[in-house]
């Protein structure tokens, strides 16, 4: 199935730092989420977009729609160490696709206090 | 909380054999979906369902099978287990099936196979 490209794969970070993490389609998608999963746990949606261009914000988090709609971008502002985990971004295929998400292939984050 | 509930939490078994995961949505969502996710992979797209009826299908191998209840909950079925196939099963869900809005996961099964 279709895998969106996510980068950078890993991060390691001082506690107070900014983080910026991308995701790349070759394809248009409809809709991006982003989501947290925590070791052991389900992914938890943090931020979901829904227009090309749409930048939304959930706290210290935000998130853009790429205008071509192959794209999203999570930043993340002064980090703190309960931000450690994996972050994936998933879209939404157009109708032909059967309305699938893909889910990219997530970020690990470690925030260094 | 998400609201999604999967049980068991762990599963171990043995080559050959077959499971049921089990999966109950929030309250008021309809769709409910089934990923898997490995370790060198990340969360693979399996199936589908809106209120009882198949909705779209990923990866999901013949060996596998699903269904939705009509009281909305899913189980998702693995026969003929092979040692490939351990690994973390998640299951959301969300109100529509369309994907207009977005899905809520819940803890997962973690599957091992020896």
């Known amino acids: 199935g279709q895998q969106l490209n996510q980068s950078p794969q890993s991060m390691f970070i001082q506690e107070g730092e900014d983080v910026s993490m991308n995701c790349t389609s070759s394809s248009i998608f409809n809709t991006w989420l982003w989501y947290k999963q925590d070791p052991g746990e389900g992914p938890v949606l943090l931020i979901a977009l829904y227009k090309a261009g749409e930048l939304t914000s959930n706290g210290r988090l935000t998130a853009q729609f790429g205008i071509t709609r192959k794209d999203s971008f999570l930043n993340i502002s002064a980090s703190i160490p309960s931000d450690v985990g994996i972050y994936f971004c998933?879209?939404?295929?157009?109708?032909?696709?059967?309305?699938?998400?893909?889910f990219g292939t997530g970020t690990s984050l470690t925030v260094i206090p | 909380d998400s609201g999604v509930t999967q049980t068991p939490k762990h599963l171990i078994t043995a080559t050959g054999q077959r499971v049921t995961l089990r999966c109950s949505p929030r309250s008021g969502d309809l769709s409910v979906y089934w990923y898997q996710q490995s370790l060198d992979q990340g969360l693979q797209f399996l199936i589908q369902?809106?209120?009882?009826?198949?909705?779209a299908k990923g990866n999901i191998l013949e060996r596998f099978s699903a269904q939705q209840f009509p009281d909305l909950h899913s189980e998702l079925n693995l026969s003929s287990l092979e040692l490939g196939d351990s690994a973390l099963y998640f299951c959301?869900?969300?109100?529509?099936?369309?994907?207009?809005?977005?899905?809520?996961f819940g803890d997962g099964t973690r599957l091992s196979i020896l």
């Open positions: 959301a869900s969300s109100v529509d099936g369309q994907g207009n809005q977005p899905q809520h």
């Open positions: 369902y809106y209120n009882g009826e198949e909705r």
């Open positions: 998933a879209g939404r295929g157009p109708p032909n696709t059967g309305n699938q998400f893909y």
